[in-house]
């Protein structure tokens, strides 16, 4: 059993900047972010390998977003850049599923999730 919290959401204005975390209670292997705003589905995000060598973006956030890792602290980053009022959503890790998975159904475990206000 993995246990993910996520932290770092806030209000933002357009054109900011926000980095999340996504801190596991132990070891994983790849993992993946996920946003989900008000009446709509989960959409991918980004997702990482277990060294972190391999990355894989959603056409929505791909230039702006980076995803990194550090393994020493079982912490996920989300680096967003250029946030646009249409990122706003809840951000959620998740974590169970081999590297690139892009459906959230294939997901073993989930964190909270962290609100990202962006507005214009």
């Known amino acids: 059993q993995v246990q993910l919290v996520e932290s770092g959401g806030g209000l933002v204005q357009a054109g900011g900047s926000l980095r999340l975390s996504c801190a596991a209670s132990?070891?994983?292997?790849?993992m993946g972010w996920f946003r989900q705003a008000p009446g709509k589905e989960r959409e991918f995000v980004a997702s990482i390998s277990w060294r972190g060598e391999s990355t894989y973006y959603g056409a929505a956030v791909k230039g702006r977003f980076t995803v990194s890792r550090d393994n020493a602290k079982n912490t996920v980053y989300l680096q967003m850049n250029s946030l646009k009022p249409e990122d706003t959503a809840v951000y959620y890790c998740a974590a169970g599923a081999s590297f690139p998975t892009v459906v959230p159904g294939r997901y073993a475990y989930w964190g909270q999730g962290t609100q990202v206000t962006v507005s214009s």
């Open positions: 132990g070891r994983t292997d790849a």
